[in-house]
């Protein structure tokens, strides 16, 4: 988990300094900078169990929201037959941005609940030990 924990590091980290450009900078910096950090902390055994749960909860809350939302991921799927979304951004294609921020929402929640399982089976008691 410590390879997969610094690949997700760095992604994120990635992530949040190419946020510069984008409509609302600020808030997706955060969102991958909490990312990297709470992946971070992880990878150094330092994390907490509260800030996966935490950061799970608020990402798919707004993954959620950015499914239902007017010119949304399901605007996407059953208005414009999903279509590809890896060209540039346009007026015309409002939609492009929710979705790609939606799965950048699905794949943090991810690395957090990943984080989750195996921090439980990390601190299960091992039932084949000897006593």
């Given at each position: 988990?410590?390879?997969?924990?610094?690949f997700f590091v760095v992604i994120f980290?990635i992530s949040a300094v190419i946020q510069?450009?984008?409509?609302?900078?600020?808030?997706?910096?955060?969102?991958?900078?909490?990312?990297?950090?709470?992946?971070?902390?992880?990878?150094?055994?330092?994390?907490?169990?509260?800030?996966?749960?935490a950061g799970i909860l608020i990402f798919?809350?707004?993954?959620?929201?950015?499914?239902?939302?007017?010119?949304?991921?399901?605007?996407?799927?059953?208005?414009?037959?999903?279509?590809?979304?890896?060209?540039?951004?346009?007026?015309?294609?409002?939609?492009?941005?929710?979705?790609?921020?939606?799965?950048?929402?699905?794949?943090?929640?991810?690395?957090?609940?990943?984080?989750?399982?195996?921090?439980?089976?990390?601190?299960?008691?091992?039932?084949?030990?000897?006593?």
């Amino acid at each position: 988990m410590k390879l997969l924990n610094a690949f997700f590091v760095v992604i994120f980290t990635i992530s949040a300094v190419i946020q510069y450009n984008d409509p609302d900078p600020l808030l997706w910096m955060a969102i991958y900078g909490y990312g990297a950090l709470v992946c971070l902390l992880a990878l150094l055994g330092k994390d907490h169990i509260v800030l996966h749960y935490a950061g799970i909860l608020i990402f798919l809350t707004y993954a959620l929201y950015l499914f239902f939302v007017p010119d949304g991921v399901l605007s996407w799927i059953t208005e414009h037959d999903a279509e590809n979304i890896t060209g540039s951004m346009s007026e015309e294609k409002p939609w492009v941005e929710s979705t790609r921020e939606f799965f950048g929402l699905l794949i943090l929640s991810f690395a957090l609940l990943l984080n989750l399982i195996f921090r439980k089976n990390k601190n299960q008691p091992n039932l084949n030990a000897t006593q």
